[in-house]
């Protein structure tokens, strides 16, 4: 079995499972139980708070966990939109699922909701958003890196922006989280995700700054100082902090990714792609023409070789293909899609064997 679907989700690493188990065994209290054992479990928690905040650069007191990355949009978007006070939010089309979900609950209590196009390069440009905005404007929603075909947005200079302009942003970690620095986002509220990073599934975290007075979106609760209700998953949550320590290196993910360049070059498949710079290497956009990304990943599937058609959330609707619609591709041409994503278990050989697969299909498709 060779896996390269790594953007939707990764295998959960050994250690962080050794913690879970650990952790679910050991300190199996309610951290919101005032006993020794709850505050055995709550001393954990915090530790780990500490540790993942610090990874992405933000105050711990900020950051709050969640069940998932989804959930962790939805949170924040919701809740940084509603305690603003103006009406109107800019986001882009190849936004995660989960964020124009948000949004639809906003625009059915009146919010207005502009969502702007990526160029050519897969990069929604500062210039766009700073044309989109308006007296009203409350909210800007960026990913960082686009989960489909990798590249990375300009987060740190619209945080400036919006800063300018007294506006909330908030922008979607969950690819990015782990594998490159966050440290220089300036954000309002940012949104990270376990299994991403090959911690397990049901667990996330979001960060809202505590410098602003933010209305949860169920109020009342009393759980996670009122951001997130239910008791908190301790074993998922230290798994996920001892996650977040060894990921992808990227210099391993650019290699890999060249190497399947080296494989591919000369042939008619074509990379959708940014600029280097603006270029995420672990998560790789293809297309062949002529032929189906769907029938690209079964062609696959047949040889043990696992890839995407796009995001996870999206495979049993068409918004799978947000970020090539997004760049102005055609329905036809976005069809044509597919998605390769390394994680740090993907070997050399891997990817050569994969590079001479893809050769294969698309010869096929040459004969359509």
Not at 232 to 247: L, M, S, W
Request: one cysteine or more; a neutral charge; hydrophobic letters at 40%.
């Amino acid at each position: 079995m060779m896996y390269f679907d790594y953007a939707a989700t990764c295998p959960i690493k050994k250690k962080a499972l050794d913690i879970y188990i650990e952790a679910a065994q050991q300190f199996g209290g309610n951290t919101s139980s005032p006993h020794d054992e709850g505050t055995r479990a709550a001393l954990l928690l915090e530790k780990c708070r500490a540790q993942i905040a610090k990874q992405a650069g933000v105050l711990k007191d900020g950051l709050y966990f969640t069940g998932s990355g989804t959930e962790g949009n939805l949170l924040a978007i919701i809740s940084l939109a509603r305690s603003g006070g103006k009406k109107h939010i800019i986001t882009s089309l190849a936004e995660h699922t989960s964020v124009h979900s948000a949004l639809s609950i906003l625009q059915s209590e009146g919010f207005l909701v502009t969502k702007l196009p990526m160029n050519k390069n897969g990069v929604v440009s500062v210039e766009s958003v700073k044309a989109a905005i308006t007296p009203d404007t409350g909210l800007i929603s960026i990913q960082h890196i686009n989960p489909e075909i990798g590249t990375i947005q300009p987060v740190e200079e619209l945080a400036q922006e919006a800063k300018k302009h007294r506006i909330f942003f908030h922008t979607d970690c969950v690819q990015s989280f782990g594998k490159i620095p966050l440290h220089s986002i300036k954000a309002d509220a940012m949104t990270f995700s376990a299994h991403k990073i090959g911690g397990p599934k049901g667990c996330g975290a979001i960060y809202l700054s505590p410098f602003h007075a933010i209305k949860p979106v169920f109020p009342g609760l009393t759980h996670e100082k009122g951001i997130r209700g239910g008791t908190v998953d301790t074993p998922a949550i230290a798994a996920f902090a001892e996650a977040a320590r060894t990921c992808l290196p990227p210099e391993k993910a650019a290699f890999l990714r060249q190497r399947l360049k080296s494989e591919l070059n000369g042939t008619p498949i074509r990379w959708i792609e940014g600029p280097n710079e603006m270029q995420y290497p672990g998560v790789v956009g293809l297309c062949i023409p002529r032929m189906e990304g769907q029938l690209v990943m079964l062609a696959l599937n047949a040889r043990n070789m696992y890839v995407s058609t796009g995001s996870a959330c999206d495979a049993s609707s068409a918004s799978g293909m947000k970020a090539a619609l997004a760049m102005g591709m055609s329905i036809e041409e976005a069809r044509q899609f597919f998605r390769v994503s390394f994680g740090a278990e993907t070997t050399e050989d891997e990817v050569v064997k994969l590079g001479q697969a893809l050769i294969h299909v698309a010869e096929k498709a040459v004969m359509l």
